[in-house]
């Protein structure tokens, strides 16, 4: 499948939201600030931060049967049918498979010795199997060994630094990962600039689309 064909059905929605376009599935992760959008039936939350775990963006695009699968802590601001995780889990959802990957900081605090994103949070990424494409949403986290390898079809990596990885950082866990593609997150929302992500495309050693942002 030519690299093109990967993310033809992967919208980015700004910051950490996209929306995958699965024939008669449409799948969301992390959405937030949403400005329309056809409704969910597969929404996958990554953390409860406010800027990932938003209540009003999902009544926004929730339906009766929409799943939502994420972690306990992000699961008490919502409401619906929810399925939780924790890292390493993995379980089929209206015919997709998802996984779910350890998602934390190991250099980025808000205070000394308390990380952003602590790896005691049990926060996620997700690999989603979608039309036999392996999509690997890292969720907020710095390059952590747990990314080793995946070796998905479609990596989405953060790239502002601050609470997520730097440029740098992310190059480092692309070429760990292997993706056939890279498409860089966690920009363009006041955290991060679109420039970062410009930069990772120019400097990272995998292929790499900067996708639009939609709205």
Request: glycine share 8%; hydrophobic share 45%.
């Amino acid at each position: 499948m030519e690299i093109h064909e990967l993310v033809e059905n992967i919208r980015w929605l700004g910051h950490d939201g996209f929306r995958i376009d699965a024939g008669e599935m449409t799948i969301y992760i992390d959405p937030y600030k949403l400005q329309g959008g056809p409704p969910a039936d597969l929404i996958l939350v990554t953390h409860d931060h406010a800027d990932h775990a938003s209540p009003a963006d999902v009544a926004q695009i929730q339906k009766a049967d929409t799943e939502i699968v994420t972690v306990p802590a992000a699961a008490a601001k919502l409401s619906g049918a929810i399925q939780t995780v924790a890292p390493g889990d993995a379980l089929t959802v209206k015919g997709i498979a998802v996984e779910a990957i350890a998602a934390y900081n190991t250099n980025k605090f808000r205070a000394p010795g308390v990380p952003f994103h602590p790896k005691e949070s049990g926060y996620v990424g997700f690999i989603l199997t979608v039309n036999g494409v392996r999509i690997y949403h890292s969720g907020d986290s710095d390059f952590i060994p747990e990314m080793e390898g995946l070796a998905p079809d479609v990596a989405l990596l953060p790239v502002s630094g601050t609470y997520v990885m730097t440029v740098t950082e992310a190059v480092a866990a692309a070429a760990a990962i292997q993706p056939k593609v890279a498409i860089p997150m966690h920009v363009g929302e006041g955290i991060g600039a679109l420039d970062d992500a410009a930069r990772f495309q120019e400097t990272a050693t995998v292929p790499v689309i900067v996708l639009p942002i939609e709205k």
